[in-house]
């Protein structure tokens, strides 16, 4: 099973950081771990990097962007994504991150790529912060009008 955070940063971080990745996964990990005091610290620091997500602008360009169905659970705030090959997975939103939990490879690119569409500003980290990375589009992802 796959287990992803992902975070929309705000541009102007995401460009100064976009080759020293790990920086931000630390601020990331700390912030997880942090006891009080500390706790409250990180999470300002987190706020000003991130970006408030939008249900309603994901579920937007999901829809335009994943080639599959895009079902929404408004009330566990979260979607159910499938993709042409009938795998599923469940994407959560929460105020400045997203939770992908997958049990295919295959439907977790096909979500990453439309989320790097609807902006080159999301990082992925693993639940366990040891895997992250950038969500780009690869070349035979991209979309021509």
């Known amino acids: 099973m796959v287990r992803y955070w992902i975070y929309l940063l705000n541009e102007e971080v995401a460009g100064h950081y976009r080759d020293r990745t790990d920086k931000i996964v630390e601020l990331f990990r700390e912030h997880q771990c942090a006891k009080a005091p500390f706790k409250n610290i990180y999470r300002?620091?987190?706020e000003?990097?991130?970006?408030r997500l939008s249900f309603s602008r994901l579920e937007l360009?999901?829809?335009?962007?994943f080639l599959g169905n895009v079902g929404k659970n408004l009330e566990r705030n979260m979607f159910v994504l499938q993709n042409k090959?009938?795998?599923e997975a469940l994407l959560i939103v929460q105020k400045?991150?997203?939770l992908?939990?997958?049990d295919s490879p295959s439907v977790t690119k096909d979500i990453c790529q439309a989320l790097a569409l609807i902006s080159p500003s999301f990082l992925a980290v693993d639940a366990h912060f040891a895997d992250y990375g950038w969500l780009t589009v690869s070349p035979d992802g991209r979309k021509f009008a």
Do not use: D
């Not at 000003?48 to 970006?51: A, L, M, N, S």
């Open 44 to 46: 300002k620091q987190v």
């Open 100 to 102: 992908l939990v997958a």
């Open 61 to 65: 360009g999901l829809k335009e962007h």
């Open 85 to 87: 090959a009938g795998e």
């Open 96 to 98: 400045r991150r997203l």
């Open 48 to 51: 000003f990097i991130t970006e």
